[in-house]
């Protein structure tokens, strides 16, 4: 009994560190190359359903794709109805996993650990190591389900426990309970159907009471979504409150209708293991039809229950904790936030200052606009840095420095701005005079600090290396431009018998304080080509 114990305990831990391997690195290979198969094929809720079983399928985890769909949806690159589509095809996507599982798939797990495990060690490309890291995983999938299978076969000959489990046969709602606390626990609901199986072709819990822990295996599934909804955004509430509901609602009829199901299973081709794998497939199938054309309706109902909130009047992060569990995506949402904050400097300060230098502007104006720079940096760099604490890849730990370097430049020139206001202050307060050509030489390299910001801003957006590197080789001329404006400063002094040095010392502070800004803007596209 002890050993028995022991084994399937053991068993079930290979099993589950299995599936949670083979997850996280069919992400890192496949999670951008979904999200973009998603986003591209998604435009009817018909090939949403197709999609999210082929995305669901391949990346072995309905929560991944869950994710990438809650990311689509809060950029808008799909609508809701369309991101329910996804998530009803994921439901059937995760059955297909179980559906392979219960082949003799067990005698394939030595090979499998054998070639994943010397892929992983000594191959050093990354691609193959992923492809080795899959191999293991797979292995010990398989591993698992031989040890979970072969410890129970005692438990079929020991009648105290065949005795017990019979009289329970006989309260299906109770193995339902059972079914959806452990999926929940596991975050597996295959986990909790290959027990379940195992249990059956072993002898000792009958068909029945196995189907019963499927549908709560399916109902449990759902916990874990609305559980880590709870710190997403709204989007997210929304699909794992639909998610929730049409499992749930499916659970209900079907379990009113068990008597009925349980003489139709047993009709079904192939060894009982076969039978409750159809039955898991064709369970999500049905309520895949039944909740297809009415997702548009339910979908007006979400927004009317669950209004998105107006834009605040002040520039908003808008991250997502959920996303941290796929690091892409997460990326992908930090890039769009620090776009967001670029754009707000170069509205609302950087072109502001020529206002501001002719007399229309006002310091108060952006000083606001520097404090909401202050408070979003900190909320995308905390952010950023709690997802360098998840399992990167190399590509994705460069991604993230690079986001903190332009995110630092981008804080950095929101404080050189107003260093300059304050320096401008202070000007007047001195009640020093700036010459025209003074005023006219600060404009136009407010022009020159305009077009490489605007330029290093649209390398970043749209990864173009090649403008990011046309901005750098202009600097030449930046360069010129500071030493003339300089030149021309004393020399006007000098024909104009001005001898106060705190005019200088006033002008040449204020140059200094719009080069700093230029510098980080030019730092900016150093950083798209990787010159950190």
């Known amino acids: 009994m002890l050993a028995s114990l022991i084994g399937f305990l053991g068993g079930l831990g290979v099993f589950l560190y299995g599936t949670h391997l083979l997850s996280n690195g069919l992400q890192k290979i496949g999670a951008s190359k979904m999200r973009k198969y998603l986003s591209a094929i998604s435009n009817t809720r018909l090939k949403g359903v197709l ?3 082929m995305v669901t399928f391949l990346l072995q985890s309905s929560t991944v794709t869950n994710i990438l769909v809650v990311g689509l949806v809060g950029g808008a690159v799909i609508t ?10 994921s439901a059937i996507g995760t059955t297909l996993t179980v559906q392979v599982l219960t082949f003799d798939v067990a005698k394939y797990a030595p090979i499998l650990i054998f070639l994943g495990a010397i892929s992983s060690i000594f191959v050093r490309k990354y691609i193959w190591k992923s492809i080795g890291q899959i191999l293991l995983s797979v292995g010990f999938v398989f591993f698992g389900i031989g040890m ?14 065949v005795h017990i489990l019979v009289n329970l046969s006989g309260t299906p709602l109770l193995f339902l309970i059972i079914g959806s606390v452990l ?18 072709t072993t002898d000792v819990l009958t068909l029945s009471s196995v189907l019963s822990l499927v549908l709560g295996a399916n ?19 929304k699909l794992a ?5 049409f499992k749930g609602i499916g659970v209900m009829i079907a379990m009113c209708l068990l008597s009925f199901i349980d003489s139709w299973v047993e009709q079904f081709p192939g060894e009982t293991e076969r039978q409750i794998a159809h039955f898991h ?13 009415f997702t548009p309706w339910i979908a007006n109902l979400f927004e009317r229950l669950f209004p998105q909130k107006k834009p605040a009047p002040n520039f908003e992060v808008r991250l997502d904790e959920l996303l941290l569990t796929v690091p892409e995506e997460a990326l992908l949402h930090c890039k769009h936030e620090i776009t967001r904050l670029a754009e707000m400097v170069e509205t ?19 000083h606001n606009s520097e404090q909401v720079i202050d408070q979003s940096f900190i909320k995308i760099q905390h952010y950023l840095l709690k997802l360098g604490q998840q399992d990167l890849t190399n590509s994705q730990s460069v991604q993230e420095v690079k986001l903190l370097h332009i995110l630092n430049d981008i804080e950095h020139i929101g404080d050189m701005i107003i260093r300059f206001v304050m320096k401008a202050e202070h000007v007047n307060k001195k009640q020093i005079t700036l010459t025209g050509k003074d005023h006219d030489k600060l404009i136009v390299l407010l022009d020159y600090i305009e077009q490489s910001y605007h330029a290093s801003l649209y390398a970043f957006k749209e990864d173009d290396s090649d403008k990011a590197a046309h901005n750098i080789q202009s600097q030449s001329v930046i360069n010129q431009y500071e030493r003339d404006i300089k030149f021309e400063h004393f020399n006007s002094m000098i024909q104009n018998k001005e001898h106060d040095p705190s005019i200088s010392g006033v002008y040449l502070d204020i140059i200094n304080q719009l080069l700093q800004v230029y510098h980080h803007s030019m730092n900016i596209s150093r950083t798209v080509l990787g010159l950190i």
């Open 183 to 200: 999926a929940a626990l596991m975050h597996s609901s295959a986990a909790v159907i290959i027990i379940g199986i195992a249990f059956v």
């Open 348 to 366: 609302d300060m950087i072109k502001r200052l020529k206002n501001y230098i002719n007399g229309d502007g006002s310091f108060e104006d952006l």
């Open 219 to 237: 109902l449990g599934a759902t916990l874990p979504v609305i559980a880590s909804s709870l710190a997403s955004k709204i989007d997210g509430k």
């Open 281 to 293: 497939t064709l369970f999500n199938i049905t309520i895949v039809i039944l909740f297809f054309p």
């Open 51 to 53: 999609s999210g079983i």
């Open 241 to 245: 409150l639909f998610y929730f509901l």
């Open 148 to 161: 979970i299978t072969t410890s129970l076969l005692p438990l079929g000959e020991n009648e105290i426990i």
């Open 80 to 89: 809701l109805s369309q991101a329910f589509g996804i998530v009803l095809g």
